[in-house]
């Protein structure tokens, strides 16, 4: 993606300076990790992500995230997540998603 000013931090309210929001870097290693298992079939909801934001990006800046697998327990899926520019790492974590029966899962919130 391409950053823009609504993808910064004083656009989410995280910060006040107009570079590339901690918010924003999460949601896209998420859903790097979300595309990951899609493309086997499973929807999942994240539960958890820890990670270090390590370099500030001005809008009209190109980012991405990888994630790998790094451990499956039953439903339970681990994930190594990175985020990057032109210039390299941005930003890197950890990350659990749950795989789901999405129908299901959204019957029992409709209750």
């Known amino acids: 993606m391409i950053v823009t000013e609504s993808d910064t931090a004083a656009t989410y309210k995280s910060g006040a300076l107009g570079v590339f929001a901690t918010p924003g870097m999460i949601a896209l290693m998420e859903c790097s990790a979300f595309g990951l298992l ?5 929807s999942s909801v994240g539960t958890e992500i820890n ?12 980012v991405w995230a990888d994630s790998t697998i790094t451990e499956v327990n ?38």
């Open 51 to 62: 990670v270090q934001h390590l370099r500030a990006c001005l809008p009209g800046t190109k």
């Open 74 to 111: 039953g439903n339970w899926v681990k994930f190594d997540v990175a985020a990057f520019d032109e210039k390299g790492e941005i930003g890197k974590g950890t990350h659990t998603r749950y795989i789901i029966d999405a129908e299901k899962f959204m019957a029992k919130l409709n209750k």
């Open 38 to 42: 899609q493309n086997y079939g499973a």
